[in-house]
C-alpha cells in the first residue's frame, strides 16, 4: 500500500492527525531529505519505522526499490519537504509505477501552496491553470511565458525566492506589466503576505524591497475587466459572434476566433456566443 501523505507548508500546526497516525503507522517512510522530515517527525511526536531516501535525482533508481518493498506487503508513506507530494515534488512517478503494479494508492491532503495562494489572490479562481516552476532554460522560458499570454485562466506560478525579481522583468517582456498579480509570501507562516499589483508595479516594488521568503505567483487571466478589454471591443465581439452566428459556424470556433479577433478569453467568448445564439 502507498499513501502519499500531504505535510506543512510552513506552519507546523496544519498536521493533519491523519498524517500523524499514517507515518507512526508505515513501515517505511520516503521522503526527500531525511533531515527535514526528521525534523517533523520529532516535532510531531512519530517515530519512524524506517526512512528511505526518494527525491528528484535518485527516483529513476529507488522508486522500483519502493516497489518492491510493497509488493513483499510493506505499507510506504510518501512525503515530500513541505507541501503535497507529486505537485512540484516527486511523487507522480512513483504513483504511477504502483498504479502500474497493481498497487493500492491513497492520499492524505494536505495544504498546498498553488491552491492556497489561489484563494487569497483576490483573482478569478473558476477557472485556474497550475504552471508550477517555468522552465529553467532562457529560450524554453520565453516560450511558455509567450503561450502562457494567451490562457484566459488565472495562472499560478512557483519560483524560487531569489528568482522573483527577475520573474517579474520577465513577465513584464513578455506583455504581462498590465496584469494584476498577487505575490503570495510565506503562506501560514509568520511574515505571511499578499503583494497585489500589476506586474510592471511589482518589478518596481521588488527593486525597492528585495523579495524574501518563499512565494507563489498568481496572474491575472487574459481578458479580465480592466486590463486586455479595449473599449469597444466588447461590442466588436457581439457584432462579429452575431455575424459568424449567422454564417452557422458553429459556437466552439466561433469563441475561437473572436478570442483571437479580439484578445477576450475564449470561455468568455464561448458563453458570450450562447447567450447570443
Ligand atoms: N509540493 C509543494 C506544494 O504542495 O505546494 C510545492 C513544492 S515546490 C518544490 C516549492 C515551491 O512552492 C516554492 O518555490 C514556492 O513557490 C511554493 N511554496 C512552498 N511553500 C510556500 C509558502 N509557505 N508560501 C509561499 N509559497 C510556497
Do not use: W
Not at 142 to 158: F, P
Amino acid at each position: 500500500m502507498l499513501y502519499l501523505v500531504g505535510t506543512p507548508i510552513g506552519n507546523l500546526s496544519d498536521m493533519s492527525p491523519r498524517a500523524i497516525e499514517v507515518l507512526s503507522e508505515a513501515d517505511v517512510i520516503a521522503c526527500e531529505d531525511t533531515r527535514v522530515t526528521g525534523i517533523l517527525l520529532k516535532e510531531k511526536g512519530i517515530e519512524a519505522k524506517k526512512l528511505f531516501c526518494y527525491q528528484e535525482h535518485n527516483k529513476a533508481a529507488k522508486g522500483p526499490v519502493l516497489i518492491d518493498m510493497m509488493k513483499q506487503g510493506m505499507t510506504v508513506a510518501q512525503v515530500s519537504d513541505a507541501g503535497m507530494p507529486a505537485i512540484s515534488d516527486p511523487g507522480e512517478d512513483l504513483v504511477r509505477l504502483a498504479v502500474e503494479a497493481g498497487i493500492e494508492v491513497s492520499v492524505i491532503p494536505g495544504p498546498v501552496a498553488a491552491v492556497s495562494a489561489l484563494a487569497i489572490s483576490g483573482l478569478s479562481t473558476r477557472y485556474y491553470h497550475f504552471e508550477g516552476f517555468l522552465p529553467q532554460e532562457n529560450k524554453k522560458r520565453r516560450d511558455r511565458l509567450e503561450a502562457l499570454k494567451g490562457y484566459d485562466e488565472t495562472i499560478v506560478l512557483y519560483e524560487a525566492p531569489h528568482r522573483i525579481q527577475k520573474l517579474t522583468e520577465e513577465l513584464e517582456e513578455a506583455g504581462f506589466g498590465d496584469r494584476k498579480a498577487s505575490f503570495c509570501r510565506e503562506l501560514t507562516k509568520k511574515y505571511e503576505e499578499v503583494i497585489r499589483l500589476t506586474v510592471s508595479e511589482a518589478k518596481k516594488y521588488f527593486e525597492e524591497n528585495a523579495p524574501r521568503g518563499e512565494f507563489v505567483v498568481c496572474l491575472e487571466p487574459l481578458g479580465s475587466a480592466g486590463t486586455k478589454t479595449e473599449p469597444g471591443a466588447a461590442c466588436d465581439a457581439d457584432t462579429l459572434i452575431k455575424l459568424l452566428l449567422e454564417k452557422g459556424m458553429p459556437t466552439k470556433d466561433i469563441a475561437q476566433v473572436v478570442s483571437k479577433a479580439t484578445g477576450l478569453g475564449k470561455k468568455e467568448m464561448y458563453a458570450r456566443t450562447l447567450e447570443l445564439s
